[in-house]
């Protein structure tokens, strides 16, 4: 290769990496701007947030607005054609089990880290979603969690942004993606996970070429991670109260309907467990099979990251992370 064009293709993904940092950055405050004035015209027209559903017209405003940005910043940068690549069913279910078990180990690692933060701090850190979660109804979760952000967050993290950065190859754009999206969730308890598996939807796509696969995945995995799991838990309130102390077998199997709690938190607990172990089997046996499609350019790693944009990106949201903890 010209040395020459070689310099010139580094210098230009370079910039190429800082414009996409500085667009997220650009989106960031754009949402708190939108955020602020809607909810400000609301109050100032006396819309009451939870008769209206205000929650509901203040996320999918935003999700809205976040895709517009990112279009119009990124427009004149062209957008590389994924080739379509349709998935079996059994390869969909296996998806499902993968995308637990990523969810499992990233979850861990961020519920070591906040526990280990929080006994430093004598002060427990605690997750914004579950809270946000807590002082919302069910149907406006299922919209917002289930159905908005799975749509929306597959579109800018996985399609609008992959289709843009394609062209430095398969592994590159999957690392990008995962990174931005385990950053913009703004905490420590979510960015683990939420980076693996964002890694995962990102190589759904770049091998498929199909969005409706991670949109797919990604409500699932909302739908059991902050829903269902929640109503199990109202659930096991009322249905586990019984104290087990010197309880015999025979006495259970003799009021087992007082005990019916028990029996399906045990089912539920070994379902999900079988479905993180296999989850992880698959992982281990494909992890060294996976080929990724090369890029027109050939990019040095570090430029993905040591640009003046995306330094800006990851210290501001290092910046809020941070500031999370003492939230």
């Not at 099979?289 to 800006?312: A, Q, R, V, Y």
């Amino acid at each position: 290769m010209n040395k020459d064009l070689y310099l010139e293709d580094q210098k230009e993904g370079g910039k190429f990496f800082s414009k996409i940092g500085f667009t997220f950055i650009v989106i960031t405050f754009a949402t708190i701007v939108f955020q602020v004035i809607l909810m400000s015209l609301m109050e100032l027209f006396s819309i009451d947030m939870v008769s209206t559903n205000g929650d509901i017209i203040v996320g999918l405003s935003v999700s809205v607005v976040q895709i517009i940005f990112f279009i119009l910043l990124m427009k004149n940068n062209e957008s590389f054609h994924i080739e379509k690549n349709k998935m079996s069913i059994l390869a969909f279910i296996g998806c499902i089990f993968v995308s637990f078990a990523l969810v499992f180990i990233g979850d861990l690692i961020g519920t070591l880290l906040t526990d280990f933060i929080g006994n430093s701090l004598n002060s427990p850190v605690t997750n914004p979603v579950s809270e946000m979660i807590e002082e919302s109804d069910i149907w406006s979760n299922v919209l917002l969690i289930v159905i908005f952000a799975p749509v929306f967050e597959e579109l800018l993290f996985r399609k609008l942004l992959i289709d843009k950065t394609m062209k430095y190859g398969g592994f590159v754009s999957i690392i990008f993606s995962a990174t931005l999206f385990g950053f913009f969730h703004g905490n420590f308890t979510q960015f683990f996970y939420a980076f693996l598996l964002g890694g995962f939807f990102a190589l759904i796509y770049v091998k498929t070429g199909y969005i409706w696969y991670t949109i797919i995945l990604h409500g699932i995995i909302n739908f059991f991670g902050s829903i269902l799991s929640g109503m199990l838990n109202s659930f096991f309130e009322t249905n586990m109260s019984q104290d087990l102390t010197n309880t015999t077998i025979n006495q259970i199997m003799l009021n087992i309907n007082d005990y019916l709690g028990y029996f399906i938190s045990i089912a539920i607990n070994i379902f999900f467990y079988l479905m993180i172990i296999i989850g992880v089997i698959l992982i281990l046996y494909y992890f060294r099979k996976i080929k990724l499609p090369e890029g027109d350019i050939k990019l040095k790693k570090s430029l993905l990251f040591l640009n003046p944009g995306m330094i800006c990106f990851l210290l501001l949201y290092l910046f809020v992370m941070v500031l999370s903890i003492f939230s």
